[in-house]
């Protein structure tokens, strides 16, 4: 199971699709709860993933190094801004098995979006990062200005083991999402794809994961809810002991599962208009929040739902050929096998 465990609702910079900081009251910017609490869970899960959220999780280091002395999983991680990262000891970050770094391409985008010279604080702690043997994700936001060919190859060249994106759809003003697909992000999905087959052709995965994640689906059941777990394979605590099903979902009700006294699952993670759509093996209903939500209303739902049909059929138009490499031996079913909830990735943007 992946634990995404909140350590504050405080964060330092105010990204402009995001807004920053939870309120206090809905997000406290201390841990309310017992360390001991986290350890009765986590340690009942022998293949737990603890990866640390917030806010801006390494504001609140104290709180990571106790957990980490106190508690035993079988992988640790950190969702972070990149910025703050020398705030937690070197000790601590050579124990680490992933560390994900928002960052959305080139500077001048991830400084329009993120802040002023955000883009070189994040680089600078991101090579701190490799220098020390710590595995490396790339979570992009991707807005109408997002060239994502470009951006992510850019995300690549820098050195990062892995790319994920999440389109700017959930929280934001509508836009012109479908038109924008059309004319920039779809023909650079297409890209990307062709330069995923190519380097497969030499024997080497490119970790963009909304590619190898869709490809590891194929061959390997796929998804029975989103593929980020939410709710039956990744739970998300909050600083007040809430367990939710989604960590962005800190203010709604349908998301509460329990507490760190006692929680449920959710036994059907599938959401009802999903149940009979040919991809959903691949795209488990997209994304929980979304479904739930839909703040663009049906006819918006529709459209981003649309977009990402788009994109899975790009990619599974490429199998025959992955597969036929598969066939000569260059590339491996085994090297194709991708679980997301072991870095807390997106598959589907």
């Given amino acids: 199971m992946l634990w995404l465990v909140f350590t504050t609702g405080k964060c330092n910079l105010t990204c402009n699709y995001c807004g920053g900081s939870f309120e206090k009251?809905?997000?406290?910017?201390?841990?309310k709860y017992n360390v001991e609490a986290l350890r009765s869970i986590i340690e009942r899960d022998e293949n737990a993933t603890v990866v640390f959220y917030g806010g801006e999780p390494l504001s609140n280091p104290s709180f990571i190094m106790r957990t980490m002395d106190g508690v035993r999983a079988k992988r640790w991680g950190v969702q972070t801004n990149g910025t703050l990262v020398r705030l937690l000891p070197e000790r601590y970050w050579r124990r680490m098995n992933v560390a994900l770094l928002s960052i959305d391409g080139r500077r001048e985008l991830?400084?329009?979006?993120?802040?002023k010279n955000v883009y070189d604080v994040v680089v600078r702690n991101f090579r701190y990062l490799k220098s020390l043997g710590v595995p490396t994700v790339a979570r992009m936001t991707v807005t109408q200005d997002t060239e994502i060919f470009e951006d992510v190859k850019h995300l690549l060249d820098l050195g990062f083991d892995k790319v994920h994106w999440q389109l700017n759809v959930v929280w934001t003003d509508r836009w012109d999402v479908?038109?924008?697909?059309?004319?920039?992000?779809?023909?650079?999905v297409r890209a990307l794809v062709d330069l995923f087959v190519e380097r497969l052709r030499e024997g080497k995965v490119l970790g963009i994961v909304p590619i190898l994640g869709v490809v590891s689906a194929h061959f390997n059941g796929g998804y029975v809810g989103s593929p980020c777990g939410a709710g039956y394979r990744s739970f998300s605590i909050t600083t007040d002991g809430r367990v939710l099903s989604c960590p962005i979902a800190v203010r709604e009700k349908w998301a509460e599962l329990g507490t760190v006294g006692g929680f449920k699952v959710l036994e059907d993670p599938l959401p009802a208009v999903c149940k009979e759509c040919e991809y959903r093996r691949y795209c488990g209903g997209r994304c929980l929040y979304a479904s739930q939500e839909r703040y663009w209303g049906e006819e918006g739902f529709k459209v981003v739902d649309e977009v990402t049909k788009e994109y899975l059929?790009?990619?599974?138009?490429?199998?025959w050929e992955i597969e036929e490499l598969i066939r000569r031996g260059i590339v491996s079913r085994e090297q194709l096998k991708y679980d997301p909830t072991e870095d807390s990735t997106e598959v589907i943007p």
């Fill in 178 to 188: 479908k038109e924008w697909a059309e004319r920039s992000y779809l023909p650079g």
């Fill in 313 to 319: 059929r790009i990619v599974l138009s490429r199998m």
């Fill in 25 to 31: 009251e809905v997000v406290p910017w201390e841990v």
């Fill in 110 to 115: 991830t400084d329009k979006h993120r802040g």
